[in-house]
């Protein structure tokens, strides 16, 4: 069996921006919306727009643009924030913190239900009301949990170590947080996140706008 084809990532990475206006424009008491009016919002060309939206099944009427309860509707089924998600964290340290802390996710479906270290101290102990167990005991707790993603934000020494664990317990989809390539069976999801990849961007944008000397 094929896998199914997946949209281009920079269209799936527009969709929660997206998503954001057009709840605005809900809010503010809109039936339609333009895809020129998000194109302005977000800086980007209005063709980019309506064909980022055509990958949710949404068809926008001339002249008035997209209906914009269906759209919230279409997009959310398709990013599948319109299901409950239940992810534990491995790994108990500053960034499982600052996750479970991000009251946003809840919005969108993923449940932290919890975390899984190796440090004594730690075990035993809650983040933001998350229990922390002993990663001794992952393949267990992972029955019980019912949890179908594993976010990953242990030492990058010990990404792979790890991931093997994950992968034994049964998860299927893996959020990995370190800057490590994981080596995973075909039938893993697995997305990573490198946060220095941001920074570096950050910089050099920076870098771009800065007023460049003035030669005497």
Request: with cysteine.
């Amino acid at each position: 069996m094929s896998k199914q084809k997946i949209p281009a990532t920079p269209s799936i990475r527009r969709l929660p921006s997206y998503l954001h206006i057009i709840r605005q424009a809900r809010n503010e008491g809109y039936e339609f919306i333009s895809g020129t009016v998000i194109a302005q919002e977000l800086h980007l060309e209005p063709i980019q727009v309506r064909k980022d939206l055509a990958i949710t099944g949404i068809i926008g009427k001339p002249k008035r643009g997209y209906p914009v309860a269906p759209l919230i509707t279409a997009i959310e089924h398709f990013l599948g924030w319109d299901t409950s998600k239940n992810a534990v964290l491995i790994g108990a340290g500053n960034l499982a913190t600052a996750l479970t802390g991000y009251q946003e996710f809840q919005y969108h479906g993923l449940n932290f239900v919890a975390a899984f270290d190796k440090s004594p101290a730690k075990i035993g102990t809650k983040i933001h009301g998350v229990p922390v167990f002993s990663i001794d005991t992952l393949p267990v707790q992972i029955r019980n949990l019912d949890a179908t993603i594993a976010v990953l934000t242990v030492p990058s020494q010990n990404a792979q170590e790890t991931a093997d664990i994950i992968v034994a317990a049964g998860i299927k989809a893996i959020w990995n947080f370190t800057n490590v390539k994981l080596k995973l069976p075909e039938d893993i999801v697995c997305q990573r996140e490198d946060l220095t990849s941001g920074y570096a961007m950050l910089c050099v944008m920076m870098d771009a706008v800065r007023p460049k000397p003035v030669k005497e």
